[in-house]
């Protein structure tokens, strides 16, 4: 099978290797590399993995199907949902297999908690709350992460995995929002958040809360907690789960920490099933379709939180 990586970044240094590791042919080659970029859509490859920046994924993408490609683009899906839907068409329209590297959902205690929300373990599941803060866009020198309308900001770079994630988590498509968003570290000259609070609701009736950053002057650990009818779960740092239940000693379950390496083991996880997905010619999620169902909230969500 022969995978060709657009990116020098993630793609490069992330997904490249797994697909290696799975036997693939691999090509790496730059998104800004118009000739190489032209060489490798034309080419016999099996799947096309774009990992370019946003603002170039509707070149990228739509130059993959028009040649009848298979396709995975990494997130944020485009610069805004006019760009997710014209791939999610383009890619329907000519019948070509399409991914979404939403890759957290493969998270083990991620995946845990979508567990305990499907089989009853606390009863009907109703609020999720998320906070997280990191430092990694404090000091960093300017840069398309940093400009909106490249699309760029911490809600495409991370809100972008929580908002499918939340969607995923409670089976019900988001149909309100709203919030804060800020800058709090970035380079002078920033246009792009890098840190926002917002509310969610879902079609069921559900809500939840993001409360992220990646601006901190430290970073603080994920502390996740998952409210259902009969009971709460609690995710610490990724690595500590605990399910509470009235009446009940509390059940705990410990991951292995996140990797500092990469790869990350749910990146792997994702990838072994699109290329499965793509030797057999079976359509998995998530899809095109789950970008584009990402994309309008996160476009929602900018257009009504407060800028600050």
């Known amino acids: 099978m022969k995978v060709v990586v657009i990116g020098t970044g993630f793609g490069k240094h992330a997904a490249a290797p797994v697909y290696a590791g799975l036997g693939c042919d691999v ?5 800004r590399d118009d000739v190489a970029v032209k060489t490798a859509l034309a080419s016999d490859a099996d799947l096309i993995s774009v990992h370019s920046p946003p603002f170039l994924h509707v070149e990228h993408v739509t130059g993959a199907i028009e ?5 995975l683009c990494d997130k944020p899906f485009g610069r805004n949902a006019d760009d997710a839907a014209l791939m999610r068409d383009r890619a329907h329209e000519a019948g070509v297999l399409n991914f979404l590297n939403f890759e957290f959902r493969f998270n083990e205690a991620w995946a845990r908690l979508k567990e305990l929300a499907d089989d009853g373990s606390i009863g009907t599941p109703r609020h999720l709350h998320w906070a997280f803060f990191g430092n990694g866009l404090r000091g960093r020198p300017f840069g398309w992460i940093n400009d909106r309308d490249l699309g760029g900001g911490w809600i495409g770079a991370y809100g972008s995995h929580l908002i499918d994630f939340t969607r995923w988590l409670f089976d019900s498509e988001i149909t309100d929002c709203g919030g804060v968003t ?4 970035s380079a002078e000259g920033a246009t792009a958040e890098d840190g926002y609070s917002a509310w969610f609701t879902t079609a069921d009736g559900a809500t939840a809360i993001h409360d992220t950053g990646f601006a901190a002057a430290v970073p603080s650990p994920p502390a996740v907690t998952l409210i259902g009818s009969e009971g709460t779960a609690e995710l610490a740092a990724d690595t500590t789960l605990t399910v509470r239940r009235p009446g009940a000693d509390p059940e705990t379950t410990e991951f292995a920490p996140p990797p500092r390496r990469s790869p990350p083991p749910a990146l792997q996880t994702f990838l072994s099933r699109v290329a499965d997905a793509v030797r057999t010619g079976t359509q ?6 789950d970008g584009v169902a990402v994309a309008r909230v996160m ?5 009504k939180a407060v800028r600050l």
């Open 27 to 31: 090509e790496v080659i730059s998104p």
């Open 182 to 185: 800020r800058i709090d570290g």
């Open 284 to 289: 998995i999620a998530p899809s095109f379709d």
């Open 67 to 71: 040649h009848g490609h298979a396709v």
């Open 299 to 303: 476009d929602r969500l900018r257009a």
